[in-house]
Every structure is written in C-alpha cells, then in structure tokens.
C-alpha cells in the first residue's frame, strides 16, 4: 500500500491542474451563470478534454485505466474546478459501447467518438421509480428485429443534449435489459429540468413513444458477442483470453458494475469539490484580518480547517480505493463505493458549509466562488443512490441478504 502519488501520476496531475487552468476555468462562471449547455458548447468543452487524453474511444480509456489512481486524479481535478464538465463527459460513457457496437452503428458512431463529439447518457431513474429502481415500467418489446419502447425517464443528466442513450427498461418477460438507443435511428423526445447545482451540466426527461430500437442494441448480447469472439477481442483490446475480462463481469449484475464504477467517481468528484473549498479557505484565513490579526489565528477557525481537512482526506482515500477495487472487478466494490459515496458526498456539503462560514459575507456572494461550491456539493448526495441508500447497501452487505432493509 503506497499513500504517495508515483512519479507518473504527479506529472499527469500537474498537466491537467495547468491544462485545466488555462482552458476551463475561464469559462466556468459565465457558462454556469447562463445555465444548462447547449449541445454545441458541450462538444466544444468535451474536445477541448482530448487534448489531455481524456475521451471515450477505447484507445483512451484503456491507457487511462491501465492506472485506476489515473482515472481518479482526473474526476478529482477536474471536478475541483468545473462539477458540471465531470458530469458531462463521466455520463457519456455509453459511448464507450460503440466499440462493441454493430458494424453499421460503429461506421457512423465511431469517428463522432474518437474526435469526442458524442454525447451519452444513462437513464433508469422514472417518476416513479426512484430510489427503488425496481418499479421501472419502461418496457422493451421485441417486434421482429426492434424492441418497441414506450415510457418515460427523469433527472437525466446529460439527457436533452445526448446523442446515445443507455437505457434501462423491461422486455416482454419482465426481464431487465440494456438498450443502447441512437438517437439519430431512434428518435425520442426530452424536456430540460432546472436545478440548484451543476447548472451548466444539462438535465432531463426522455419520452418514448413506440420508439424502434434495433434487436442488436442489446447491450448485454452486444458485450457477450464481442467477448466471444477472440479476433476482435484482441484487435481491440490486445487480449484474446475472454476470462481476463469475465472477472470484471462475472459476480455482479450490469447495474451494480456501472453504479460502483459511477459511486466511486462521484466520490472522487466530492473530495475534489472539497479540495477547492479548503484550498480557497486556507488562503482566506491567512488574508483576512480581524480584531488586528489574521482570522487563522482564531482557534475556532483552525478547528473548521481541522474538520474540512479530516472530511476531504478521508473522501479521497475511500474514493481511491473504490475506484481501485471496481477495476479490478471486486465484488467488494459494491461496499466500497457505497461507502465512499455515502461519506464523501455527505462530507463535502459539510466542507463547503464550513468554507462559506470561513468567508463570512464573502462566502455567500456570487463575487467568489464558495456560493458555488457549496451548490455543487449539494448535488452529491441524490443521484446514483440517495446517502440513506448508499447506508442500507452497506448494512446489506455487512450483515448479508437477509437483513436487507430494502427488499
Ligand atoms: C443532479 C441529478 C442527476 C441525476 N442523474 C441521473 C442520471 O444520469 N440517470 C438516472 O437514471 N438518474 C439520475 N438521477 C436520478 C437519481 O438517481 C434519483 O434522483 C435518486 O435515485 C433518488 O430518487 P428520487 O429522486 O426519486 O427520490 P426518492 O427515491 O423518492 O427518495 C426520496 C427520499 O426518500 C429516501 N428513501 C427512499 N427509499 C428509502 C429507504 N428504503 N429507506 C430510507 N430512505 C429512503 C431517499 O433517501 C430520499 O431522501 C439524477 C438525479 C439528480 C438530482
């Protein structure tokens, strides 16, 4: 266990800290003050990521997971400075699938994936079906060679301006399934939500209605086709033992694969937004001066410190370790990331309270950007498992199926 970043990753870090700098932050409080991103300004920041090697198409990803502190030096740094662009890039990841995808879709996908122009999305939630994802009645029902889709999906991120959807529904036996829906061949409606935080990331609904999805969208037999077959398997991967990857597919469902993998992104995603309100308030403190001297110097201030910095270590090292142990296909990372993203979402609300109680006045004036933290922060503790949640998987886990809470 090594508690330093290599060599390697402090360089990486250090590149996309001054990448970040120079071409992101500029643009974050004019686009957050205007609200949701249209489709065009999305692409235009997702291609700006390319330049550090941040992108969708297979060949990124895999020398971005080759190193799963990689992955989480960039969902933390980037989410320091702009929570509404990790929001946006991290659920296009469908578009990752492209690659599994059927000839016809790769022809037309791919090249809008490699050059980071695709948007995706990934939709479960309803209405009524929230926290308990299992009252879903979105269905799929196959007629010839399409699924028929009829219902709706809400609090979509990404949703209005997204090319591909991922989409969680149930077939003609009530089976769950996995459908990969192109918007261009399967068009569906949206409707845009608004919302306290991560302003500029667009939110939404989907409707469908009778909307044909061809049968080889099927994300589960699309993957297993691929991992099947050893050519294409090593064109793409460079490996042709399908057993390396079963491991990351075996043990859990699809869902659970995908919340672990987000969880701990979100986790990592709340200790950076934490990091830049306790990086802000360390400066502060040492600035601002009352009753003569600087307000750093005030104990009741260095216990705030104290507590926003015990909050944001600690998000980090769950976060790290969740990530760690969802790449490699643990099934301890469903306990893993619930507990990372139950303590580290909880504890950056807490951190940007204290951040704003820092500033005093400044804290709550849009002149600074602790207002804005705090909102983003807010944020965390709702999508992909509420914290009351994330607290009942972890019982769940402890204590075995059995005592489930919520079943
Ligand atoms: C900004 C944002 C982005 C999102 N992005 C996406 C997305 O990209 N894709 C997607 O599919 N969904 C997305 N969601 C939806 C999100 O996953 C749901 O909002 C979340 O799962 C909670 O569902 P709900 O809002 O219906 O709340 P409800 O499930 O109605 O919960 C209301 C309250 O009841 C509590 N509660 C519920 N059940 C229990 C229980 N058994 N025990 C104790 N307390 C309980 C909850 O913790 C919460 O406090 C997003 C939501 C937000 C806010």
Not at 200 to 227: S, W
Not at 377 to 391: C, F, H, V, W
Request: glycine share 8%.
């Amino acid at each position: 266990m090594d508690f330093e970043f290599d060599e390697d990753q402090n360089m990486f870090r250090e590149s996309i800290r001054e990448f970040l700098e120079k071409e992101i932050s500029p643009l974050v409080d004019e686009q957050e003050k205007k609200g949701p991103m249209t489709k065009e300004e999305a692409i235009a920041v997702f291609k700006k990521f390319k330049k550090v090697g941040i992108a969708l198409d297979l060949e990124s990803i895999k020398e971005l997971a080759a190193d799963p502190v990689t992955i989480g030096i960039m969902a933390e740094e980037m989410s320091r400075v702009w929570p509404s662009a990790t929001a946006i890039i991290g659920l296009s990841f469908p578009a990752a699938l492209i690659s599994f995808a059927s000839e016809e879709m790769m022809r037309r996908l791919l090249p809008k994936v490699k050059r980071n122009e695709l948007i995706g999305c990934y939709a479960i939630t309803e209405p009524e079906a929230g926290s308990d994802n299992r009252a879903m009645q979105t269905t799929a029902v196959l007629d010839g060679d399409e699924y028929v889709v009829n219902g709706s999906k809400t609090w979509i991120s990404n949703g209005p301006i997204a090319d591909l959807c991922m989409l969680v529904c149930n077939d003609e036996n009530k089976e769950r399934i996995f459908l990969l829906v192109d918007k261009e061949v399967s068009p569906f409606d949206t409707g845009e939500l608004h919302k306290l935080g991560w302003r500029a990331d667009p939110t939404g609904e989907l409707f469908f209605d009778d909307c044909r999805v061809p049968k080889e969208n099927n994300v589960m037999e699309m993957v297993g086709n691929f991992i099947a077959d050893p050519d294409r398997l090593a064109e793409l991967t460079g490996e042709s033992d399908a057993s390396k990857y079963m491991g990351i597919i075996g043990g859990m469902s699809p869902e659970n694969i995908i919340f672990a993998f987000l969880r701990s992104g979100m986790a990592l995603m709340s200790a950076g937004i934490s990091q830049a309100a306790l990086d802000d308030s360390i400066k502060y403190v040492k600035e601002r001066a009352q009753f003569g001297r600087p307000i750093g110097k005030f104990q009741l201030i260095q216990e705030m410190l104290y507590n926003m910095t015990v909050l944001t270590e600690s998000s980090r090292l769950l976060g790290y370790r969740a990530l760690t142990l969802a790449l490699s296909g643990s099934p301890k990372s469903r306990l893993a990331s619930s507990l990372a993203k139950g303590h580290a979402c909880d504890a950056a609300v807490k951190v940007t309270y204290d951040a704003i109680q820092i500033h005093g006045g400044n804290g709550l004036s849009d002149e600074y950007p602790l207002e804005r933290y705090f909102r983003d922060a807010r944020m965390l503790t709702i999508p992909d498992g509420t914290s009351e949640i994330q607290k009942l998987i972890v019982g769940r886990e402890l204590l075995g199926k059995g005592f489930s809470a919520y079943v």
